[in-house]
């Protein structure tokens, strides 16, 4: 094992190597088309999933530089599949390191990213993307393994996990295809490694006022910690032959503040889940915010029932107050008897999906709680634009072993989140996370997270 100070020198070094990329001269970027809308009810930031008990963390910068300036203007005179060509490169650094509470340990350091190319639209019709993933070893020890910075042989990530073209008819229907990013209910990017999941697929999605519609048969899946896409069955965990995955999903906004998510995930002779959830925000004043939301999931066998026959159920709601940069959250959760919740395309969306933890297992009562403070904010006599922190803690009780039906021991996590996005050197953002884990065991499991982001728009 190496030395802390050689760790934490690999760790600065990313730190201080990223910023050395910025471009010196600000340009103003033209209007990106972008890639074809989506649905996003669960709002994914850099690292960790939202939810009413863990406020958003601060999105990404703009990225408003570009590094080859002159090569944007030249661009500028082409047609717009040419002229609005964007290629962004996102460099990480994340340092991983688990005590668990059976005495063994999982550690590593990467270094990585990845590159996404993205072309204009022709003939405002036609348009392609591609992103190259990529996560190196600086510090892999061979006993501590399963931090899914890499591959669970602990080798390097490296692949082209986007690669699609898509045809599109104004905002209505928008055709993509081939290897993409979903980010959709309980088929998601879990982001909160070094590279995200991402999808084979065919998707139709589109825009009629306010309901937005995604409906499309998913193949495969390339796991966060793996260079190679397998079947969604195989994924989680189905034996026999390789099968898909049909996802539907509306999302409405009727009125201003309300957002209706309906999602069906039919995971073929495996099983099937049904997502819904309902949130509203609503802003009293310019200083003060309220957020509540409920949401039901309906999981069970199909088919050939190849993981298993079971049916089982979670319901949740959260609630979440902002006021002058400080957000209190609370979150329930209660889940079914018969199994536990399965997730194996992406975080679970529930409201209180911690650190380490999702408390969606088998007769679960789960609670939680959340404080966070946006130092931009206006609530202390000094600011820090771009730092924040949060504290959470979340508990569940009454979980069972679905398979026997003997009582499992209280869980209690609480989690420290740190988050600086740096003003002076814009896309450049530093993170820590810590968590404690308490499941009935005479040790405490302790998680630790060093991130380090740059996002850095190339043309």
């Known amino acids: 094992m190496a030395k802390p100070s050689y760790v934490l020198a690999l760790i600065l070094a990313g730190a201080l190597l990223t910023p050395a990329l910025a471009p010196a001269q600000p340009v103003t970027h033209p209007t990106q088309p972008g890639s074809p809308p989506r649905s996003r009810v669960i709002d994914v930031s850099a690292l960790e999933e939202d939810t009413l008990v863990r406020s958003p963390d601060s999105t990404e910068n703009p990225r408003h530089e570009v590094l080859f300036p002159r090569l944007r203007d030249a661009l500028s005179t082409l047609p717009p599949f040419f002229r609005d060509t964007d290629l962004n490169f996102k460099l990480r650094t994340f340092y991983f390191n688990q005590q668990n509470d059976d005495?063994?340990?999982?550690?590593?350091?990467?270094?990585?990213?990845?590159?996404?190319?993205?072309?204009?639209?022709?003939?405002?019709?036609?348009?392609?993307?591609?992103?190259?993933?990529?996560?190196?070893?600086?510090?892999?020890?061979?006993?501590?393994?399963?931090?899914?910075?890499?591959?669970?042989?602990?080798?390097?990530?490296?692949?082209?996990?986007?690669?699609?073209?898509?045809?599109?008819?104004?905002?209505?229907?928008?055709?993509?295809?081939?290897?993409?990013?979903?980010?959709?209910?309980?088929?998601?990017?879990?982001?909160?490694?070094?590279?995200?999941?991402?999808?084979?697929?065919?998707?139709?999605?589109?825009?009629?006022?306010?309901?937005?519609?995604?409906?499309?048969?998913?193949?495969?899946?390339?796991?966060?910690?793996?260079?190679?896409?397998?079947?969604?069955?195989?994924?989680?965990?189905?034996?026999?032959?390789?099968?898909?995955?049909?996802?539907?999903?509306?999302?409405?906004?009727?009125?201003?503040?309300?957002?209706?998510?309906?999602?069906?995930?039919?995971?073929?002779?495996?099983?099937n889940t049904a997502f819904g959830k309902a949130e509203y925000g609503y802003d009293f004043s310019k200083d003060l915010r309220l957020e509540v939301g409920v949401q039901y999931t309906d999981q069970r066998s199909v088919g050939d029932e190849r993981v298993g026959d079971f049916v089982t159920w979670n319901v949740g709601a959260g609630a979440r107050v902002t006021w002058k940069g400080l957000a209190l959250g609370v979150a329930a959760h209660f889940t079914g008897a018969d199994a536990n919740i399965s997730s194996p395309w992406g975080s679970w969306p529930g409201y209180l999906s911690l650190q380490v933890t999702d408390f969606d297992r088998a007769n679960e009562k789960a609670f939680g709680i959340g404080a966070r403070y946006d130092f931009g904010g206006t609530l202390l006599p000094f600011q820090v634009p771009g730092l924040s922190a949060k504290v959470i803690y979340g508990q569940g009780n009454d979980r069972i072993n679905p398979t026997t039906g003997a009582g499992q021991p209280t869980t209690r996590e609480g989690d420290l989140d740190i988050i600086y996005n740096v003003a002076a050197i814009k896309g450049l953002s530093l993170r820590f996370r810590n968590a404690y884990v308490d499941r009935g065991n005479p040790q405490v499991l302790k998680e630790f997270r060093l991130i380090v982001n740059y996002d850095l728009n190339l043309v």
């Open 103 to 271: 005495r063994t340990a999982k550690e590593a350091l990467a270094i990585g990213g990845w590159l996404q190319y993205l072309s204009g639209w022709a003939f405002d019709t036609f348009a392609v993307g591609a992103t190259y993933y990529s996560s190196q070893p600086l510090y892999a020890p061979d006993t501590r393994s399963g931090t899914l910075l890499l591959t669970p042989g602990r080798d390097a990530i490296g692949t082209f996990g986007e690669a699609w073209g898509a045809l599109r008819y104004k905002d209505y229907a928008v055709l993509k295809g081939y290897r993409l990013r979903i980010d959709e209910g309980y088929v998601n990017l879990q982001d909160n490694r070094m590279v995200p999941n991402t999808f084979e697929a065919v998707m139709l999605s589109g825009k009629v006022n306010w309901v937005q519609y995604d409906v499309g048969y998913v193949t495969n899946i390339k796991p966060r910690d793996s260079n190679d896409f397998i079947s969604m069955s195989r994924q989680a965990g189905a034996s026999g032959d390789n099968q898909g995955l049909v996802l539907t999903a509306l999302n409405l906004s009727p009125i201003k503040g309300l957002t209706i998510y309906a999602g069906n995930y039919y995971a073929i002779d495996v099983f």
